[in-house]
């Protein structure tokens, strides 16, 4: 498994914006799939949901921004970013 998979995963997803994460959370949670996970293994697919749940962790149970703004899209790369380089 490529961490860089996972990645572009939670990235792609992220970029559909708070309501469509939180859908496809959900989606996951029931064992069905968002469709940037059809080729995933279920291993790959929980390390996805554990990501997304992780970054909308920050925005709690409402999120500001509406519709389809690339909102965890831009925590996200702070995250992948930012935070490992503080570390470095």
């Known amino acids: 498994m490529q961490r860089t998979k996972i990645d572009a995963c939670v990235e792609a997803i992220c970029n559909k914006g ?22 995933f293994t279920n291993e790959e697919r929980m390390k996805v949901l554990t990501e997304l749940k992780t970054i909308m962790a920050v925005y709690g149970d409402t999120c500001r921004i509406y ?4 909102v965890c899209g831009s925590f996200f790369t702070y995250r992948f970013t930012t935070i490992p380089n503080l570390i470095n």
């Not at 708070?18 to 080729?39: A, F, H, M, T, Y």
Request: proline residues 12%; contains cysteine; negative net charge.
């Open 18 to 39: 708070c309501q469509e994460v939180r859908q496809d959370i959900s989606l996951l949670e029931q064992g069905d799939n968002p469709p940037e996970l059809k080729n």
């Open 67 to 70: 519709n389809k703004a690339p």
